[in-house]
Protein backbone atom coordinates (compact mmCIF):
# COMPACT_ATOMS: atom_id res chain seq x y z
CA UNK A 1 0.00 0.00 0.00
CA UNK A 2 1.66 3.52 -0.66
CA UNK A 3 2.48 5.33 1.99
CA UNK A 4 -0.07 9.07 2.10
CA UNK A 5 -0.23 11.18 5.38
CA UNK A 6 -4.16 13.23 5.18
CA UNK A 7 -3.76 16.97 5.17
CA UNK A 8 -5.78 16.16 8.78
CA UNK A 9 -2.15 14.65 10.32
CA UNK A 10 -0.21 17.37 8.66
CA UNK A 11 -2.36 19.96 10.26
CA UNK A 12 -2.63 18.16 13.89
CA UNK A 13 1.28 17.82 13.81
CA UNK A 14 1.58 21.44 12.91
CA UNK A 15 -0.81 21.76 15.94
CA UNK A 16 -3.46 23.92 13.73
CA UNK A 17 -7.14 22.98 14.37
CA UNK A 18 -9.20 20.67 12.77
CA UNK A 19 -12.76 20.22 12.19
CA UNK A 20 -14.38 16.96 12.55
CA UNK A 21 -18.05 15.54 11.91
CA UNK A 22 -19.84 12.63 13.12
CA UNK A 23 -22.44 11.55 10.99
CA UNK A 24 -23.91 9.51 13.46
CA UNK A 25 -24.84 7.49 10.33
CA UNK A 26 -23.84 5.24 7.80
CA UNK A 27 -23.04 4.56 4.26
CA UNK A 28 -21.44 6.28 0.96
CA UNK A 29 -23.55 8.85 0.52
CA UNK A 30 -23.79 10.45 3.82
CA UNK A 31 -20.13 10.54 3.97
CA UNK A 32 -19.96 11.70 0.37
CA UNK A 33 -22.20 14.68 1.20
CA UNK A 34 -20.70 15.72 4.16
CA UNK A 35 -16.85 15.27 2.95
CA UNK A 36 -17.07 17.50 -0.21
CA UNK A 37 -18.48 20.31 2.12
CA UNK A 38 -14.73 20.77 3.48
CA UNK A 39 -14.60 19.60 6.27
CA UNK A 40 -10.49 17.76 7.39
CA UNK A 41 -12.16 14.72 9.41
CA UNK A 42 -14.96 12.76 8.78
CA UNK A 43 -15.71 11.37 12.01
CA UNK A 44 -16.51 7.14 11.26
CA UNK A 45 -18.79 5.88 14.66
CA UNK A 46 -18.69 2.66 14.93
CA UNK A 47 -18.75 2.87 18.94
CA UNK A 48 -22.28 4.90 19.35
CA UNK A 49 -23.60 5.08 16.14
CA UNK A 50 -23.99 1.01 14.90
CA UNK A 51 -21.99 1.62 11.78
CA UNK A 52 -20.92 -2.00 10.69
CA UNK A 53 -17.35 -3.28 9.77
CA UNK A 54 -18.91 -3.27 5.95
CA UNK A 55 -19.34 0.24 5.63
CA UNK A 56 -16.02 1.58 6.84
CA UNK A 57 -14.38 1.12 3.89
CA UNK A 58 -16.85 2.75 1.45
CA UNK A 59 -17.42 5.79 3.75
CA UNK A 60 -13.39 5.87 3.99
CA UNK A 61 -13.21 5.80 -0.16
CA UNK A 62 -16.36 9.18 0.04
CA UNK A 63 -14.33 10.88 2.68
CA UNK A 64 -10.52 10.24 0.89
CA UNK A 65 -11.59 11.46 -2.56
CA UNK A 66 -12.91 14.82 -1.16
CA UNK A 67 -9.54 15.39 0.74
CA UNK A 68 -10.77 14.48 4.49
CA UNK A 69 -9.25 12.28 6.54
CA UNK A 70 -11.57 9.27 7.69
CA UNK A 71 -10.65 8.28 11.25
CA UNK A 72 -12.93 5.41 12.86
CA UNK A 73 -13.69 5.54 16.70
CA UNK A 74 -13.66 1.38 17.26
CA UNK A 75 -17.02 -0.26 18.71
CA UNK A 76 -14.73 -2.14 21.27
CA UNK A 77 -11.75 -2.07 23.12
CA UNK A 78 -10.50 -5.32 21.00
CA UNK A 79 -7.31 -5.24 19.58
CA UNK A 80 -9.33 -7.53 16.70
CA UNK A 81 -11.78 -5.25 16.06
CA UNK A 82 -8.74 -2.47 15.44
CA UNK A 83 -6.61 -3.76 12.78
CA UNK A 84 -10.15 -5.11 10.95
CA UNK A 85 -10.91 -1.30 10.98
CA UNK A 86 -7.13 -0.17 9.93
CA UNK A 87 -7.29 -2.78 7.13
CA UNK A 88 -10.17 -0.97 5.79
CA UNK A 89 -7.74 1.19 4.71
CA UNK A 90 -8.76 4.41 7.08
CA UNK A 91 -6.76 7.29 8.11
CA UNK A 92 -6.98 7.09 11.94
CA UNK A 93 -8.46 5.24 15.03
CA UNK A 94 -9.96 6.90 18.11
CA UNK A 95 -10.10 4.28 21.06
CA UNK A 96 -12.71 4.65 23.68
CA UNK A 97 -12.73 4.37 27.52
CA UNK A 98 -8.77 4.22 27.95
CA UNK A 99 -8.18 3.82 31.16
CA UNK A 100 -4.19 2.54 31.79
CA UNK A 101 -0.72 3.37 30.50
CA UNK A 102 -1.25 -0.62 29.67
CA UNK A 103 -3.94 -0.39 27.02
CA UNK A 104 -2.20 2.89 25.77
CA UNK A 105 0.80 1.01 25.14
CA UNK A 106 -0.84 -1.62 23.52
CA UNK A 107 -2.96 0.88 21.09
CA UNK A 108 0.40 1.65 19.62
CA UNK A 109 1.59 -1.71 19.23
CA UNK A 110 -1.07 -2.90 17.74
CA UNK A 111 -1.36 -0.08 15.10
CA UNK A 112 2.31 -0.72 14.21
CA UNK A 113 2.01 -4.51 13.96
CA UNK A 114 -1.44 -3.99 11.18
CA UNK A 115 -0.15 -0.95 9.35
CA UNK A 116 4.19 -1.11 9.26
CA UNK A 117 5.21 1.48 7.65
CA UNK A 118 1.96 3.16 6.98
CA UNK A 119 1.59 3.97 10.88
CA UNK A 120 3.52 6.96 11.07
CA UNK A 121 0.67 8.48 8.97
CA UNK A 122 -2.11 7.20 11.06
CA UNK A 123 -4.00 9.27 13.60
CA UNK A 124 -4.05 7.61 17.00
CA UNK A 125 -5.94 8.65 19.34
CA UNK A 126 -6.81 7.53 22.78
CA UNK A 127 -10.17 8.62 24.60
CA UNK A 128 -10.22 9.56 27.77
CA UNK A 129 -13.48 9.57 29.65
CA UNK A 130 -14.06 8.33 32.77
CA UNK A 131 -13.09 8.88 36.55
CA UNK A 132 -10.61 6.09 35.93
CA UNK A 133 -8.97 7.53 32.68
CA UNK A 134 -8.91 10.93 35.19
CA UNK A 135 -7.04 9.33 37.65
CA UNK A 136 -4.19 7.73 35.49
CA UNK A 137 -3.70 10.39 33.03
CA UNK A 138 -0.55 10.81 34.29
CA UNK A 139 1.05 7.20 33.49
CA UNK A 140 -1.29 7.40 30.39
CA UNK A 141 0.38 10.70 28.74
CA UNK A 142 3.85 9.14 29.61
CA UNK A 143 2.93 6.86 26.83
CA UNK A 144 4.29 8.93 23.97
CA UNK A 145 3.26 8.08 19.90
CA UNK A 146 -0.40 9.18 19.91
CA UNK A 147 -1.13 12.47 18.03
CA UNK A 148 -3.88 13.86 20.62
CA UNK A 149 -6.11 12.73 23.31
CA UNK A 150 -9.99 12.89 22.96
CA UNK A 151 -11.51 14.16 26.47
CA UNK A 152 -15.47 12.33 26.37
CA UNK A 153 -17.48 14.74 28.26
CA UNK A 154 -20.77 12.75 28.64
CA UNK A 155 -19.51 9.85 29.25
CA UNK A 156 -17.26 10.95 32.42
CA UNK A 157 -19.63 12.92 33.36
CA UNK A 158 -21.86 9.41 33.63
CA UNK A 159 -18.53 7.88 35.26
CA UNK A 160 -18.49 10.67 38.03
CA UNK A 161 -22.03 10.21 38.73
CA UNK A 162 -23.81 13.55 36.84
CA UNK A 163 -25.48 11.01 34.59
CA UNK A 164 -24.43 12.73 31.62
CA UNK A 165 -24.54 16.04 32.65
CA UNK A 166 -21.43 18.35 31.43
CA UNK A 167 -22.90 21.35 32.77
CA UNK A 168 -22.25 21.09 36.31
CA UNK A 169 -18.96 22.74 38.44
CA UNK A 170 -17.43 19.29 39.24
CA UNK A 171 -17.69 17.84 35.42
CA UNK A 172 -16.12 21.39 34.09
CA UNK A 173 -13.56 21.09 36.33
CA UNK A 174 -12.80 17.51 35.46
CA UNK A 175 -12.32 18.50 31.49
CA UNK A 176 -10.32 21.53 32.65
CA UNK A 177 -8.12 19.20 34.37
CA UNK A 178 -7.60 16.80 31.85
CA UNK A 179 -6.67 19.42 29.41
CA UNK A 180 -4.73 20.85 31.34
CA UNK A 181 -2.92 17.74 32.31
CA UNK A 182 -2.56 16.97 28.43
CA UNK A 183 -1.31 20.62 27.60
CA UNK A 184 1.62 20.59 30.31
CA UNK A 185 2.94 17.50 29.02
CA UNK A 186 3.34 19.28 25.42
CA UNK A 187 0.24 16.47 24.24
CA UNK A 188 -2.96 17.85 21.86
CA UNK A 189 -6.41 17.04 22.47
CA UNK A 190 -10.01 17.16 21.91
CA UNK A 191 -13.32 17.06 22.65
CA UNK A 192 -16.75 17.70 21.07
CA UNK A 193 -17.89 21.33 20.31
CA UNK A 194 -20.94 23.32 20.10
CA UNK A 195 -20.97 27.08 18.55
CA UNK A 196 -21.85 28.03 21.40
CA UNK A 197 -17.83 26.72 23.33
CA UNK A 198 -15.85 26.57 20.20
CA UNK A 199 -14.19 29.36 20.60
CA UNK A 200 -13.69 28.97 24.05
CA UNK A 201 -11.99 25.50 24.07
CA UNK A 202 -9.87 26.91 21.10
CA UNK A 203 -8.60 29.38 23.44
CA UNK A 204 -7.80 26.44 25.70
CA UNK A 205 -5.46 24.99 23.26
CA UNK A 206 -8.16 22.39 21.75
CA UNK A 207 -6.44 20.94 18.49
CA UNK A 208 -9.57 18.50 17.45
CA UNK A 209 -12.68 19.57 17.44
CA UNK A 210 -15.54 17.70 16.57
CA UNK A 211 -19.34 18.56 15.98
CA UNK A 212 -22.88 16.18 14.87
CA UNK A 213 -24.38 16.02 11.74
CA UNK A 214 -27.48 16.69 13.26
CA UNK A 215 -26.56 19.06 15.45
CA UNK A 216 -25.49 21.70 12.22
CA UNK A 217 -28.89 21.07 10.45
CA UNK A 218 -31.09 21.12 13.29
CA UNK A 219 -31.13 25.53 13.35
CA UNK A 220 -30.92 25.67 10.24
CA UNK A 221 -34.24 23.08 9.87
CA UNK A 222 -35.74 25.06 12.99
CA UNK A 223 -35.36 28.34 11.40
CA UNK A 224 -36.23 27.13 7.84
CA UNK A 225 -39.86 25.78 9.34
CA UNK A 226 -40.41 29.34 11.26
CA UNK A 227 -40.07 31.12 7.72
CA UNK A 228 -42.46 28.65 5.90
CA UNK A 229 -44.93 27.99 8.34
CA UNK A 230 -48.39 29.29 7.62
Not at 10 to 26: D, H, R, S, W
Not at 177 to 196: C, D, M, N, S, Y
Not at 199 to 204: D, E, P, R, S
Request: contains cysteine; aromatic residues 6%; proline residues 3%.
Amino acid sequence: MTNFRSNAKNKIQANEPVLAINTFAGGFDVADLVSKLGIDILFIDCERAGIGIDMVGPMARAAQRHGAAAVVRSKTRQVEDWVSYLDRGIDGLIVPRVETAQEARLILETVSYACGSRAADMIIIPQIESEAGMKNIDEILAVKGFDLFLIGPYDLSHSMGFGGDITVPQVQEALDHIAQKIKGQGERFGLPVTLANAKAWQKKGAVFNFHSLEALIKPGLEALKKEIAC
